[in-house]
């Protein structure tokens, strides 16, 4: 059964499960076929969005020029050097990063200090702003010509592997922070407890029970900041410098010599360790799991009030919240100003030009495509997510994997993957059967491939939300409903849909965020009469016009705050009414589901 | 109290004008196929066993049996839950084997109560009866009476998860009988509450349904639940029934030495069988010859086992005319009060005997050494073919 969850933590039953219960309850074969028709529809969907790209890469990375670039991956001194730097960013960003999301997280969980609450905000802003916002920011404050340079005449020669390690970290900490969060939530107190009094010190108890036990979440962590840093495309962009990975040699076999050959080459590169990576872990979470951290936290958690621990972790923890502080600070003001550090007067034209210029495209194109891509992408990762825990074990696990290749199959890979393969017409026998989907000429303009992409990154949180949320309802809640006389139908609606609405909501926030900030796979597709906000800031960037960036980059977060607000709103109202404790907790945590 | 009760029984009536039902299975059987092994249906585990058994209408019949033994699959197919590998279920004249759980006249507590948490107790109640599609009358009236019945008046506006463990199951309980159920399933419903609680929802279930007069099958692995609620015990093993029969049949006259073990405590002695007349075994026990009743499948010349339940033993002040394998030494005592349980090492084994505190006999507690002296009460005991035969 698929619904472990990355950080390894089991979801509990909300109460005791039965004896020599069976996953496969009597069914009809009506409900049977049903079912297996809707799974068949979400696999062909799927395999549409996905086996047609994904093969066009391996097309073309078997062709002379593909197979040149992927082996010069291992025969040239700068293949090697590609690969070299690729590892060595996935692991710094990895460590690090780690390191960062477990310090906040351990003290949101662990630790009294005051200004927690900012904290916590401040550790999750990153997820609603585009990738390489932290990047734009850090330039304007220690990059080469930086406020902090010119002020201290210090350079930290930002450019390359030092900017890329910061910026990776500071965008994509979030996620890893609240997977171990609940990790820590959810540590059995009485594992502590029974350390102590076997007289354990609170720091050998650290050490030897509470790391331990955390192992599970910190690989997992380790490994989600290793394949976004491998597909990630923005950073290396903005702020790589000479330093250059993997994803941007696809991105420049692309665009400086439009050689898709060698671009599918490099892809393949960066598609393999990507998945292996993301079934590996799937694997070895999936295995251990139960043993060490149990669903029941019993009792409160311990916090640590005094001691060196608490200064020092605090310390480094406001240290982390002032960078994250000056980053968006950064972004905050750059908008309103012609460019922030430099010439610091004060201008409405940025905005102006994004909200009401030519800037107002990509605002509005990327808005109204996320907001149909969210509630697809919500509704077929909850579809998956029952179909694999209730109905079909087999066929589930198939249907769930498809889903979760969204997240797994880098975004630079995807990108590429939908040029090629949606960037012609498919004929059969002189008639069109598939009309241009993606860059120029295509129908719509291209939208129609935007959504796709949308939809499939978003897919991967709604379907562990959704798994999350249904495994812990137990099923004799359902068979109860059953049992007074509703159809299978009746059931999903009036009990299976409402207990599991705060994981909708919560997968539908996540995929608003998830499309409106997504840059890697959609680079490649966009054309000049189509951009998106992620583009369109990057285009900004390279022109160094960063005070319209940053005008795009504070709007994009106002519209994804307002789309949650909106969400919570509604949700909460909800909640108040349903109000299960247990399975909000794990259905506000979508994110944590996703490598 | 007179007039409260008279009130009660009248609605409940009312409540019940749905009928109870017998219910009969036969030849029930289940085999849970491995995944892997989809394509070969004589791989997996056979949970049910062609089990037959006929429910008379408003008889409280209980399974019974150790975990792993069938009877949750039982009732689950009863339910609709899982499909029979074979066999039919009938409710009354009625084959119901192919109709879907949402269609069966059947309704069912759950071990974990499984109340939905998004709706009030009321709605919890009200669940079925909405789906039924009745007038908002008729299921106000039915709700109201169902938790005026379970004693739930003024918590129909509560979360069920703002009760305690025993509202929750009354609620459960509510939530089943207003249904108008021809047969109520319980699935070990008392398993989640404290020992005290679990004794008052025992007879405040069985006094429901006799009230309301509806069949019940009640799945347990607790024996004193089924000993003080069932008019009839089916003790299952392996997926087989091993026993159907009332609590002091089961008790007293097991069919094996399995269903004598495994109800309340017992003493196997092996003897030699002498003759037999008359049902009487002739056997010799502490070198007494005693005639015991006996199971019809002991033949005279057989080995057996005398099943001797600890009050069957009586303890006395050793005599120095006592044979040596009469007397026997106290290892340990457990008093509870009302009886004092003694784990005895004599010539044939160690023994466990219960010496309630107003019998005859020794009176006081033995301490650990003490030496004692041993007596049957051949009337109580039964003799049964040893495990190797009945099987």
Same mark, same amino acid.
């Given at each position: 059964?698929?619904?472990?969850?990355?950080?390894?933590?089991?979801?509990?039953?909300?109460t005791a499960?039965g004896?020599?219960?069976?996953g496969r309850?009597?069914q009809?074969?009506?409900?049977?076929?049903?079912?297996?028709?809707?799974?068949?529809?979400?696999?062909?969907?799927l395999?549409?969005?996905?086996?047609l790209?994904i093969?066009?890469?391996f097309?073309?990375?078997?062709?002379?020029?593909?197979?040149?670039?992927?082996?010069?991956?291992?025969?040239?001194?700068y293949?090697?050097?590609?690969?070299?730097?690729?590892?060595v960013?996935?692991s710094?960003?990895g460590?690090?990063?780690?390191?960062?999301?477990?310090?906040m997280?351990?003290?949101?969980?662990r630790?009294?200090?005051?200004?927690?609450?900012?904290?916590h905000?401040?550790s999750?802003?990153?997820?609603?702003?585009?990738?390489?916002?932290?990047?734009?920011s850090l330039?304007?404050?220690?990059?080469?010509?930086?406020?902090?340079?010119?002020?201290?005449?210090?350079?930290?020669?930002?450019?390359?592997?030092t900017?890329?390690?910061a910026?990776?970290?500071?965008?994509?900490f979030p996620?890893?922070?609240?997977?171990?969060?609940?990790?820590?939530?959810?540590?059995?107190?009485?594992?502590?407890e029974?350390?102590?009094?076997?007289?354990?010190?609170?720091?050998?108890?650290?050490?030897?029970?509470t790391l331990?036990?955390?192992?599970?979440?910190?690989?997992?962590?380790?490994?989600?900041?290793?394949?976004?840093?491998?597909?990630?495309?923005?950073?290396?962009?903005?702020?790589?410098g000479?330093?250059?990975v993997l994803?941007?040699?696809?991105y420049?076999?692309?665009?400086?010599?439009?050689?898709?050959?060698t671009?599918?080459?490099?892809?393949?590169?960066?598609?393999?360790?990507?998945v292996?990576?993301?079934?590996?872990?799937?694997?070895?979470v999936?295995?251990r799991?139960?043993?060490?951290?149990?669903?029941?936290?019993?009792?409160e958690?311990e916090?640590?009030?005094?001691?060196?621990?608490?200064?020092?972790?605090?310390?480094l923890a406001?240290?982390?919240?002032?960078?994250?502080?000056a980053?968006?600070?950064?972004?905050?003001?750059?908008?309103?100003?012609?460019?922030?550090?430099?010439?610091?007067?004060?201008?409405?034209?940025?905005?102006?030009?994004?909200?009401f210029?030519?800037g107002?495209?990509?605002?509005?194109t990327?808005?109204?495509?996320?907001?149909?891509?969210?509630?697809?992408?919500?509704?077929?990762?909850?579809?998956?997510?029952?179909?694999?825990?209730?109905?079909?074990?087999?066929?589930?696990g198939?249907?769930d994997?498809?889903?979760?290749?969204?997240?797994?199959?880098?975004?630079?890979?995807?990108?590429?993957g939908?040029?090629?393969?949606f960037?012609h017409?498919?004929?059969?026998?002189?008639?069109?059967?598939?009309?241009?989907?993606a860059?120029g000429g295509?129908?719509?303009?291209?939208?129609?491939?935007l959504v796709?992409?949308?939809?499939?990154?978003?897919i991967?949180?709604?379907?562990?939300?959704?798994?999350?949320?249904i495994?812990?309802?137990?099923?004799?809640?359902?068979?109860?409903?059953?049992?007074?006389?509703?159809?299978?139908?009746?059931?999903?609606?009036?009990?299976?849909?409402?207990?599991?609405?705060?994981?909708?909501?919560?997968?539908a926030?996540?995929?608003?965020?998830?499309?409106?900030?997504?840059?890697?796979?959609?680079?490649?597709?966009?054309t000049?009469?189509?951009?998106?906000?992620?583009?369109?800031?990057?285009?900004e960037?390279?022109?160094?016009?960063?005070?319209?960036a940053?005008?795009?980059?504070?709007?994009?977060?106002?519209?994804?705050?307002?789309?949650?607000?909106?969400?919570?709103?509604f949700?909460?109202?909800?909640?108040?009414?349903t109000?299960?404790?247990?399975?909000?907790?794990?259905?506000?945590?979508?994110?944590?589901?996703?490598l | 109290?007179?007039?409260?009760?008279?009130?009660?029984?009248?609605?409940?009536s009312?409540?019940?004008?749905?009928?109870?039902?017998?219910?009969?299975?036969?030849?029930?059987?289940?085999r849970?196929?491995?995944?892997?092994?989809?394509h070969?249906?004589?791989?997996?585990?056979?949970a049910?066993?062609?089990?037959?058994?006929?429910?008379?209408?408003?008889?409280?019949?209980?399974?019974?049996?150790?975990?792993?033994?069938?009877?949750?699959?039982?009732?689950?197919?009863?339910?609709g839950?899982?499909t029979?590998?074979?066999?039919?279920?009938?409710?009354?004249?009625r084959?119901?084997?192919?109709?879907?759980?949402?269609?069966?006249p059947?309704?069912?507590v759950?071990?974990?109560?499984?109340?939905?948490?998004?709706?009030s107790?009321?709605?919890?109640?009200?669940?079925?009866?909405?789906?039924?599609?009745?007038?908002?009358r008729?299921?106000?009236?039915r709700?109201?009476?169902?938790?005026?019945?379970?004693?739930?008046m003024?918590?129909?506006?509560?979360?069920p998860?703002?009760?305690?463990?025993?509202?929750?199951?009354r609620?459960?309980?509510?939530? !089943?009988?207003?249904?108008? *159920? =021809? $047969?109520?399933?319980? &699935?070990e419903?008392?398993?989640?509450?404290?020992?005290?609680?679990? %004794?008052?929802?025992?007879?405040?279930?069985?006094?429901?349904?006799?009230?309301?007069?509806?069949t019940?099958?009640f799945?347990?692995?607790?024996?004193?639940?089924?000993?003080?609620?069932?008019?009839?015990?089916?003790?299952?093993?392996?997926?087989k029934v091993?026993q159907?029969?009332?609590?002091?049949?089961?008790?007293?006259?097991?069919?094996?030495?399995?269903?004598?073990?495994?109800?309340?405590?017992?003493n196997f002695?092996?003897?030699?069988?002498?003759?037999?007349?008359d049902?009487?075994?002739?056997?010799?026990?502490?070198d007494e010859?005693? !005639?015991?009743?006996?199971? *019809? =499948? $002991?033949?005279?010349? &057989?080995?057996?086992r005398?099943?001797?339940?600890?009050e069957?033993? %009586?303890?006395?002040?050793?005599?120095?005319?006592d044979?040596?394998?009469?007397?026997?030494?106290?290892?340990?005592?457990?008093?509870f009060?009302?009886?004092?349980?003694?784990?005895?090492?004599?010539?044939?084994g160690?023994?466990?005997?219960?010496?309630?505190?107003g019998?005859?006999?020794?009176?006081?507690?033995l301490?650990?050494?003490?030496e004692?002296?041993?007596k049957v009460?051949?009337?109580?005991?039964?003799?049964l073919?040893?495990?190797?035969?009945?099987?």
């Amino acid at each position: 059964m698929s619904v472990k969850t990355t950080n390894g933590q089991s979801p509990a039953p909300l109460t005791a499960p039965g004896p020599e219960r069976h996953g496969r309850s009597g069914q009809s074969r009506q409900r049977m076929q049903v079912t297996t028709v809707v799974a068949l529809v979400i696999a062909v969907l799927l395999a549409f969005s996905f086996v047609l790209p994904i093969g066009s890469i391996f097309g073309h990375a078997f062709s002379a020029a593909g197979v040149a670039s992927l082996t010069s991956l291992f025969t040239t001194t700068y293949g090697r050097e590609l690969l070299i730097h690729t590892l060595v960013l996935g692991s710094l960003v990895g460590l690090i990063g780690t390191a960062v999301a477990f310090l906040m997280a351990y003290v949101h969980v662990r630790i009294k200090i005051p200004g927690k609450r900012i904290l916590h905000f401040l550790s999750l802003l990153p997820v609603v702003s585009p990738p390489f916002a932290a990047a734009m920011s850090l330039i304007i404050l220690v990059g080469t010509n930086g406020i902090f340079t010119r002020t201290f005449g210090i350079d930290i020669h930002l450019y390359g592997l030092t900017g890329m390690t910061a910026s990776l970290v500071l965008a994509f900490f979030p996620v890893s922070y609240i997977n171990l969060i609940g990790m820590l939530q959810h540590l059995d107190r009485s594992l502590d407890e029974a350390a102590l009094s076997l007289g354990a010190t609170p720091f050998s108890r650290f050490i030897k029970v509470t790391l331990p036990l955390m192992m599970p979440g910190l690989v997992a962590s380790f490994l989600l900041f290793f394949v976004e840093s491998l597909a990630d495309l923005a950073n290396p962009l903005v702020i790589g410098g000479s330093y250059d990975v993997l994803a941007k040699s696809v991105y420049q076999a692309v665009t400086t010599t439009a050689d898709f050959d060698t671009a599918a080459g490099y892809a393949l590169g960066l598609l393999i360790p990507g998945v292996l990576i993301f079934l590996i872990q799937r694997h070895w979470v999936t295995k251990r799991d139960v043993a060490s951290v149990t669903g029941k936290p019993a009792g409160e958690i311990e916090v640590i009030k005094h001691g060196k621990s608490r200064v020092i972790l605090g310390a480094l923890a406001y240290i982390i919240g002032a960078i994250v502080i000056a980053v968006y600070l950064v972004i905050f003001l750059g908008g309103f100003v012609q460019y922030i550090g430099v010439d610091n007067t004060f201008t409405l034209a940025n905005f102006h030009y994004v909200l009401f210029g030519v800037g107002l495209q990509p605002v509005r194109t990327t808005t109204i495509l996320a907001l149909i891509a969210a509630p697809l992408a919500t509704v077929i990762g909850l579809l998956i997510a029952w179909l694999s825990i209730r109905h079909l074990r087999r066929l589930g696990g198939i249907l769930d994997l498809l889903g979760m290749l969204g997240i797994a199959a880098p975004g630079v890979v995807i990108g590429i993957g939908y040029a090629l393969a949606f960037g012609h017409s498919y004929s059969v026998g002189g008639h069109e059967v598939l009309p241009i989907l993606a860059t120029g000429g295509a129908v719509l303009g291209g939208q129609l491939a935007l959504v796709m992409i949308f939809t499939v990154r978003s897919i991967p949180a709604a379907l562990r939300a959704g798994s999350s949320s249904i495994a812990q309802l137990d099923s004799s809640i359902e068979e109860a409903a059953t049992d007074l006389g509703a159809t299978s139908f009746q059931t999903w609606r009036k009990v299976t849909l409402p207990l599991i609405r705060p994981a909708i909501m919560s997968g539908a926030t996540y995929a608003i965020a998830r499309s409106m900030t997504t840059f890697s796979p959609v680079i490649f597709i966009t054309t000049a009469n189509l951009l998106v906000i992620s583009v369109a800031i990057n285009n900004e960037v390279s022109a160094a016009r960063y005070g319209i960036a940053f005008a795009y980059c504070s709007i994009l977060i106002l519209i994804v705050l307002i789309a949650i607000g909106i969400i919570n709103i509604f949700n909460g109202r909800r909640s108040k009414k349903t109000g299960n404790a247990t399975i909000m907790l794990a259905a506000n945590r979508p994110e944590s589901e996703v490598l | 109290m007179e007039q409260t009760m008279g009130v009660e029984s009248r609605d409940l009536s009312e409540l019940n004008n749905g009928g109870a039902a017998s219910l009969s299975l036969r030849g029930l059987s289940k085999r849970f196929v491995d995944e892997h092994a989809a394509h070969n249906q004589q791989v997996g585990t056979l949970a049910v066993d062609n089990v037959t058994l006929d429910v008379v209408a408003g008889e409280f019949v209980t399974l019974l049996g150790p975990s792993g033994c069938g009877k949750t699959t039982t009732l689950r197919m009863i339910a609709g839950f899982e499909t029979p590998t074979a066999g039919t279920i009938h409710v009354g004249d009625r084959d119901i084997t192919q109709v879907p759980a949402n269609k069966r006249p059947i309704s069912m507590v759950f071990q974990s109560y499984a109340l939905f948490p998004h709706l009030s107790v009321w709605e919890n109640v009200a669940f079925g009866l909405r789906l039924k599609r009745l007038s908002r009358r008729a299921i106000g009236d039915r709700v109201e009476l169902a938790l005026v019945t379970m004693n739930l008046m003024n918590q129909g506006n509560k979360s069920p998860r703002q009760l305690s463990g025993g509202q929750q199951q009354r609620v459960a309980l509510a939530r !089943a009988m207003v249904m108008q *159920p =021809a $047969v109520m399933l319980f &699935d070990e419903p008392l398993s989640n509450l404290d020992a005290k609680l679990r %004794a008052q929802m025992r007879s405040e279930i069985r006094t429901v349904q006799r009230r309301l007069g509806t069949t019940a099958v009640f799945v347990t692995h607790d024996q004193a639940e089924a000993m003080t609620m069932s008019d009839r015990i089916v003790v299952m093993n392996g997926g087989k029934v091993a026993q159907i029969g009332t609590p002091e049949q089961i008790y007293m006259r097991p069919n094996s030495v399995f269903v004598g073990d495994f109800i309340g405590q017992a003493n196997f002695i092996d003897v030699d069988v002498i003759s037999i007349a008359d049902g009487m075994a002739e056997i010799t026990v502490f070198d007494e010859l005693i !005639a015991a009743p006996t199971h *019809p =499948a $002991v033949k005279p010349g &057989d080995k057996a086992r005398l099943l001797v339940r600890p009050e069957a033993l %009586a303890l006395e002040e050793p005599t120095d005319s006592d044979s040596p394998i009469r007397r026997c030494t106290v290892v340990s005592s457990t008093y509870f009060g009302g009886s004092v349980e003694y784990d005895l090492d004599s010539a044939v084994g160690p023994l466990v005997a219960t010496v309630s505190a107003g019998s005859e006999g020794l009176m006081g507690v033995l301490h650990r050494g003490a030496e004692v002296g041993l007596k049957v009460r051949p009337s109580q005991t039964w003799l049964l073919p040893s495990s190797e035969r009945a099987e």
